[in-house]
């Protein structure tokens, strides 16, 4: 079982900063591109970031040049830096991996962690 859990959300001041982590666990895996997505509240779910196994890094134009997600190859883990944090980006903020398995047959299967909130408010 491959298995995502996000941490570091709570509340932040705008302006302030926060960053999340997510650490990915279990066996026999690699990963193939990791996300950052986030719901609000009557919302649908939408893509805050992404990064692939090369490198490469997407963001949503709301944004750019506010949150950094980088990775740790030696963790397994995939963070998100939210610098000057504004009340809409008040939501939950899921993790999301894109996983395959040589030694169990399969590619590009999605996981998604449980999401932790983030609540940007004075």
């Known amino acids: 079982q491959v298995q995502l859990v996000e941490s570091g959300g709570g509340l932040v001041q705008p302006g302030g900063s926060l960053r999340l982590s997510c650490v990915v666990s279990?066996?026999?895996?690699?990963?193939?591109?990791t996300g950052w997505y986030r719901q609000a509240s009557g919302k649908e779910r939408e893509l805050v970031a992404g990064?692939?196994?090369?490198?490469?890094?997407n963001y949503a134009d709301s944004v750019k040049g506010r949150f950094t997600i980088s990775r740790d190859n030696a963790k397994n883990t995939v963070y998100l830096q939210m610098n000057s944090p504004k009340p809409e980006d008040t939501a939950v903020y899921y993790c999301?991996?894109?996983?395959?398995?040589?030694?169990?047959?399969?590619?590009?299967?999605?996981?998604w962690g449980q999401g932790t909130l983030v609540t940007v408010s004075s």
């Open positions: 279990g066996s026999a895996f690699s990963i193939d591109a």
């Open positions: 999301n991996a894109e996983i395959s398995s040589s030694e169990y047959l399969y590619w590009g299967v999605e996981v």
């Open positions: 990064i692939t196994s090369g490198g490469s890094t």
